[in-house]
């Protein structure tokens, strides 16, 4: 089911996960606001600019209209700019959000450089202080269940995530986890191999990766074994019930069980007007 707010279509979904009483919430992802700076001028979303800001101005509103969290899985900018970060932070006002880190998020300029640990530090002290979250790991309590936000837009998770989210296990309580980049999944991965793209997943087998034509795309997305044994103990962690997550592009939302009893919800790109009311029982 889907209803109209305005320029948004909102998709209903229900998810039962053990919370103490029920709950909403609003998934938005991949909005790519594309306002850039009159010294750096940008044509990334040139046709739809307006339109992208009035999505997300409205996805703003309606979390403040109905006093519901929105959680964001990340690429909420599409690039670094003073006019797209302080947009961000004006629409943000008086909204209480969830934020799970997208790659954009630390871009200057898409393919401006090689995007790795080193590029994604650099480029945190500028952006960090424009959210009210931590942009690498991160957890919020809403009514009994723990919002687990962690940063893999780069396709790998670390050493120091992994310790993290075993300690929110640690308590005991039911884990909603966001994520930028879905892990994978073969239906989902499906979709862009028959388009001849890469994947775009964590920890796509590598039988598949070495078939991407392009050798950046291979290295960019070969998960390392700190990511293998992440994604592992995700998938068995019973105490995890649900992942959501954006970065496709998918023009229609899609689901797929990551393991049995166990579903992943990647989200429609934002950009194109389309965001999701969840409703945790």
Known sequence: MSFKYKDLTISELTI????????????????????????????????????????FAQSCEYCRENSIPMVDTGDIIDFISNANLEY????????????????????????????????????????AKYFDCNMHFDSRVING????????????????????LKAEVA?????????HVPLYMPRLAKIE?????????????????????????????????????????????????????GHTHTPDHHDEELVKDKIQYVSAGGFNGTVRLVTVK
């Open 16 to 55: 039962n996960v053990g919370a103490k009483k029920p709950f909403g919430f609003l998934h938005v992802s991949d909005i790519h606001l594309a306002r850039f700076d009159p010294e750096k001028p940008c044509t990334r979303f040139e046709q739809k600019r307006d339109l992208i800001d009035k999505y």
């Open 88 to 127: 961000m932070k004006e629409q943000l006002e008086g909204v209480d959000y969830i934020y799970a880190t997208g790659n954009h998020d630390f871009c200057h300029w898409v393919g401006d450089a090689t995007e790795n640990q080193q590029y994604k530090w650099r480029n945190i002290k500028k952006v």
């Open 145 to 164: 269940v723990n919002f687990v936000t962690i940063d893999d837009g780069y396709y790998l998770f670390t050493e120091g995530q992994f310790e993290m």
């Open 171 to 179: 308590r005991e309580l039911p884990i909603i986890l966001c994520m």
């Open 193 to 245: 191999l028959d388009k001849g793209n890469p994947t775009y997943l964590v920890a796509t087998p590598n039988e598949i990766i070495e078939k991407y034509k392009d050798p950046q795309r291979r290295f960019q997305q070969e998960a390392d074994d700190t990511t293998m044994r992440v994604v592992d103990y995700i998938k068995n962690e019973p105490l995890i019930k649900a992942i959501f997550a």
